[in-house]
T-cell receptor
Framework: GENVEQHPSTLSVQEGDSAVIKCTYS??????FPWYKQELGKRPQLIID?????GEKKDQRIAVTLNKTAKHFSLHITETQPEDSAVYFC????????????FGTGTQLKVEL | GAVVSQHPSRVICKSGTSVKIECRSL??????MFWYRQFPKKSLMLMAT?????????EQGVEKDKFLINHASLTLSTLTVTSAHPEDSSFYIC????????????FGPGTRLTVL
């Protein structure tokens, strides 16, 4: 089955700096890669996703890049703000394989003033 | 749109009792729902995939007789933790996939289960 690794496990940045979280996946057939933000005790919230037919996607301060050959994808947050502090999870899924999401281990992002 | 609810949000029960958790898609039809368990400061682990009108598909290592899943309609799936024990204490989250979209899953707010 799919295996998703995520690094780093914790990330501390100064407000206004950029944050980058990286994930690798094992199943080359996976074709959908969402990123979720989860605050303590809350549901995961989709912040951005990318499909395997594109290499990059951007939404305001958030961007995701995908390298299918290397089987890794990354989340980039620019101009970080204190409200960006949360746990971020990457995930991988295969349409036609039941759309099961395999999650990474999570990254605790702390944006310091 | 695409709202998923869960009930209850919190439950505390005695060891040996059974607990039922409901997951509802409020404004869309969900042929497939997923049940996850999340321990503190850990990732979401898929327990099972719930398909409307058919038996759930359980992930390896998940006891189907302990975690009963029923997906009786296109808007409701239930997870029953039978004979709960303290080690079953966890955050249980469901998600639903809109039949009209191929990719995105929408998550419920989660249920905090504490077994005494």
């Amino acid at each position: 089955g799919e295996n998703v690794e995520q690094h780093p496990s914790t990330l501390s940045v100064q407000e206004g700096d950029s944050a980058v979280i990286k994930c690798t996946y094992s199943d080359s057939a996976s074709n959908y890669f969402p990123w979720y933000k989860q605050e303590l005790g809350k549901r995961p919230q989709l912040i951005i996703d990318i499909r395997s037919n594109v290499g990059e996607k951007k939404d305001q301060r958030i961007a995701v890049t995908l390298n299918k050959t290397a089987k890794h994808f990354s989340l980039h947050i620019t101009e970080t703000q204190p409200e960006d502090s949360a746990v971020y999870f990457c995930a991988a899924s295969l349409t036609g394989g039941g759309n099961k999401l395999t999650f990474g281990t999570g990254t605790q992002l702390k944006v310091e003033l | 749109g695409a709202v998923v609810s869960q009930h209850p949000s919190r439950v505390i029960c005695k060891s040996g009792t059974s607990v039922k958790i409901e997951c509802r898609s409020l404004d869309f039809q969900a042929t497939t729902m997923f049940w996850y368990r999340q321990f503190p400061k850990k990732s979401l682990m898929l327990m099972a995939t719930s398909n409307e009108g058919s038996k759930a598909t359980y992930e390896q290592g998940v006891e189907k007789d302990k975690f009963l899943i029923n997906h009786a309609s296109l808007t409701l799936s239930t997870l029953t933790v039978t004979s709960a024990h303290p080690e079953d204490s966890s955050f249980y989250i469901c998600s639903a996939r809109n039949s009209g979209t191929r990719f995105e899953q929408f998550f419920g707010p989660g249920t905090r289960l504490t077994v005494l």
